[in-house]
């Protein structure tokens, strides 16, 4: 009943930029936070940042600097503006929201994208 549906992946030289978007869509009540996590080839997934629904942010020390989280509450969507990407930046890119459906208004369940791939290199 929930989804989220990212954009924005690709392939960029070192240095560069990209933008992720993920849009919510569904019987949505209201959103709390959302965030991004990533997974490299090997490695457990991991935090990049999160955003509450008031636009408090949290970020890893690793992109602290070079990433930026936002949201649009009006469109359910939420951002990750990537600069200055290094090859260890590569991995598959997941958004998460935090939403009270329609027909369940009392508690928030956690819904995930589908990921999006991001590869760095030269």
């Known amino acids: 009943q929930v989804q989220l549906v990212e954009s924005g992946g690709g392939l960029v030289q070192p240095g560069g930029s990209l933008r992720l978007s993920c849009a919510a869509s569904?019987?949505?009540?209201?959103?709390?936070?959302m965030g991004w996590y990533r997974q490299a080839p090997g490695k457990q997934r991991e935090l990049v940042a999160t955003?509450?629904?008031?636009?408090?942010?949290n970020s890893a020390d690793s992109v602290k600097g070079r990433f930026t989280i936002s949201r649009d509450n009006a469109k359910n969507t939420v951002y990750l503006q990537m600069n200055s990407l290094k090859p260890e930046d590569t991995a598959v890119y997941y958004c998460?929201?935090?939403?009270?459906?329609?027909?369940?208004?009392?508690?928030?369940?956690?819904?995930w994208g589908q990921g999006t791939q991001v590869t760095v290199s030269s």
């Open positions: 569904g019987s949505i009540f209201s959103i709390g936070s």
């Open positions: 955003i509450t629904s008031d636009g408090s942010t």
């Open positions: 998460n929201a935090a939403v009270r459906p329609k027909d369940e208004r009392l508690y928030f369940y956690t819904y």
